[in-house]
């Protein structure tokens, strides 16, 4: 049974910083290229970061110098580290892993960013 579980997820300030986790169980971790990406409510989701397996990563623009994505093979767990935040950043946030020709997806966590 593959799961993908993301914990971090809370309300903070704008300029304030959350630090999203997902662990991974039931897949070999360490050869999927992982990934976070969002939701807005009356919006589509969107790719926020990746990771492949060989730690080379990718942000969307609206991110970069803001937020890294990093992972923890040991562990089985991917983060997304969120500095500066903006009231735009507020979405629910997925995990997800991706090994061809399979792709796995979190529940979510939800992030607000308000004054």
């Known amino acids: 049974q593959v799961q993908l579980v993301e914990s971090g997820g809370g309300s903070v300030q704008p300029g304030g910083s959350l630090r999203l986790s997902c662990a991974a169980s039931?897949?070999?971790?360490?050869?999927?290229?992982m990934g976070w990406y969002r939701q807005a409510p009356g919006k589509q989701r969107e790719l926020v970061a990746t990771i492949t397996s060989g730690d080379q990563t990718n942000y969307a623009d609206s991110v970069k110098g803001r937020f890294t994505i990093s992972r923890d093979n040991a562990k089985n767990t991917v983060y997304l580290q969120m500095n500066s935040l903006k009231p735009e950043d507020t979405a629910v946030y997925y995990c997800?892993?991706?090994?061809?020709?399979?792709?796995?997806w979190g529940q979510g966590t939800q992030v607000t960013v308000s004054s």
């Open positions: 997800n892993g991706n090994i061809r020709p399979y792709e796995y």
């Open positions: 039931g897949i070999r971790f360490v050869i999927n290229t």
